[in-house]
């Protein structure tokens, strides 16, 4: 299979190629590939610098013996992040944080100086004008497309089929916290403590919490998952439900359950993968409608005659 990719912007009329790190990783890079071709919305960090960023729509296992921290990666640099989230990144300047991630790839030079480009928009996008920017990865050779995957499990299949129904649309619980509609939360009259907390503990629930237990299946005793889940994970159950996550504290609790009952460990896996996948695409949506632009109110003391919610250069 070709190690050459397209990437497109629809939305802002840009595209570039790329070239995978098949040799670097290449069972990343293979598990990327027979997932093509995907749309996503493109997003931003909002702590590590000049990349854009965009919460893939599946669940990666792949080994990453090939790493690279953010703040060595050249411009064009495809990252992919297990650990925070399924996620791609593009590098297009200066990276801050000091994290090793997988290298997935390279942006072909001719579509370098196009990215800062890209970059701006969608951080300003991200921050202040909440537009709709979307991103599509596929084989350079667009008729190859690959096959869907097939989930025979009936609880994972439901979180599978709820994880895919809103790659592209936003979920119902987001919506619900965004606008507010969250009727017993928010003291004295106001909802953005809601919003806030509501984004932290979504945040905290699937990178520190669901991601780290799913890895402990590979490794400890299925007894010790599932008292780690009781002790950590249910405690979440209460509180995202009265924060607005209606649906999400549903399957929660149903993955929960069925932590409990079942015995088989291929079974938990599949459908702990299809849950976190789900909960991970809740997470990714929280990041993209989170009022960033309220930034504007703590400028770092260099930039402080930078026009709040604008593109700092």
């Not at 050459?4 to 069972?27: C, F, H, K, M, S």
Request: net charge negative.
């Amino acid at each position: 299979m070709s190690d050459r990719i397209r990437i497109r912007w629809p939305e802002l009329g840009q595209e570039v190629t790329a070239t995978l790190a098949l040799g670097d990783n290449p069972e990343l890079c293979d598990e990327f590939l027979a997932r093509l071709p995907f749309a996503v919305i493109q997003s931003h960090p909002v702590v590590s610098g000049s990349s854009i960023t965009c919460w893939v729509p599946y669940f990666s296992t792949a080994p990453m013996p090939t790493t690279e921290s953010i703040t060595d990666a050249p411009p064009g640099r495809l990252r992919f992040s297990q650990a925070t989230g399924s996620k791609i990144s593009i590098q297009y300047g200066r990276g801050l944080e000091p994290m090793a991630q997988g290298v997935l790839g390279q942006v072909d030079p001719d579509g370098i100086p196009t990215l800062a480009e890209i970059g701006r928009r969608v951080w300003n996008n991200l921050y202040w004008e909440k537009g709709r920017i979307t991103v599509e990865f596929e084989h350079l050779d667009s008729s190859v497309i690959s096959p869907p995957e097939t989930v025979d499990h009936p609880l994972a299949a439901r979180f599978a089929a709820a994880a895919q129904r809103i790659v592209l649309n936003e979920p119902d619980d987001i919506r619900r916290i965004r606008k507010g509609e969250v009727a017993d939360a928010g003291s004295f009259g106001q909802y953005f403590s809601v919003w806030d907390a509501a984004h932290g503990l979504i945040r905290d629930y699937v990178v520190q919490t669901l991601f780290p237990l799913y890895s402990g299946l590979a490794r400890e005793p299925l007894f010790v998952v599932r008292g780690a889940y009781d002790l950590l994970g249910a405690r979440y159950h209460a509180t995202l439900r009265f924060h607005g996550y209606v649906e999400l504290a549903d399957f929660a609790a149903e993955f929960a359950e069925f932590l409990v009952a079942c015995d088989e460990l291929d079974e938990i896996e599949l459908v702990f993968r299809h849950f976190l996948d789900y909960a991970n695409r809740i997470y990714s949506w929280s990041h993209e409608k989170f009022p960033w632009y309220l930034g504007m109110h703590f400028p770092k003391h260099s930039n402080i005659k930078a026009p709040g919610g604008r593109w700092v250069q």
